[in-house]
């Protein structure tokens, strides 16, 4: 018998707002020392360097084919709990630099303390049945589809996306970038367990 304790919506939108906020600031110290990551998010990093569009605007304009493919895959209340998700790191991703700002960070620190922040975060939604969208969507597909396992297939976009960046970031901004990556993705890895924590929808 399943005696896990349901989340009340109440405590959904709490969760999501404040995973949302929680990854938007990780996003943040990212952009301070011009570093990147894997993703979408390293993406919009990345392209946002050189058209005349937002973090946030290219960001969700990046999720969207993987909000689709989370309808169809998961069903609509998780593609619109993402949507809504998504949506709200654009939008504080963007006017952070409204009410704060720094002159200088050191690479590492935003590198440990944006990937910290940004696992947390997504950490937070995951558990409240949400994501942020991305790849990691259609890591989960291929594993379903052709039974290429996901993290390997999230691994192989990562890397390529960092190994892309190559041409347009220092090595030293690209290895802390790499750093950050690595941190984000250990803090889901060690914390992201349905085997100790379980949730019924």
């Not at 990212?30 to 946030?56: E, K, P, Y």
């Not at 069903?75 to 700002?101: E, K, P, W, Y």
């Not at 690479?107 to 947390?120: K, T």
Request: charged letters at 10%.
């Amino acid at each position: 018998m399943n005696l896990t304790a349901r989340h009340t919506s109440l405590e959904d939108v709490i969760a999501i707002l404040s995973g949302t906020f929680i990854v938007a600031q990780g996003v943040f110290f990212l952009q301070q020392a011009g570093l990147l990551t894997g993703g979408t998010t390293g993406l919009a990093l990345l392209l946002n360097q050189f058209v005349d569009l937002s973090f946030g605007t290219l960001y969700f304009l990046f999720n969207l084919p993987f909000y689709v493919m989370a309808w169809q895959r998961f069903g609509r209340q998780f593609a619109l709990r993402s949507v809504f998700a998504g949506a709200m790191v654009a939008i504080i991703t963007d006017n952070i630099r409204h009410v704060f700002s720094v002159d200088w960070l050191s690479p590492v620190y935003c590198a440990l303390i944006g990937g910290l922040l940004m696992g947390v975060g997504m950490l937070m939604i995951f558990r409240h049945n949400a994501s942020l969208g991305g790849f990691n969507v259609l890591a989960l597909f291929c594993q379903e589809k052709f039974g290429v396992r996901a993290g390997n297939v999230q691994m192989g976009i990562d890397l390529s996306i960092l190994l892309a960046s190559f041409f347009f970031v220092s090595p030293w901004l690209l290895a802390c970038s790499a750093m950050g990556a690595f941190v984000l993705n250990l803090v889901l890895t060690m914390n992201h367990r349905p085997d100790r924590y379980v949730v019924c929808y």
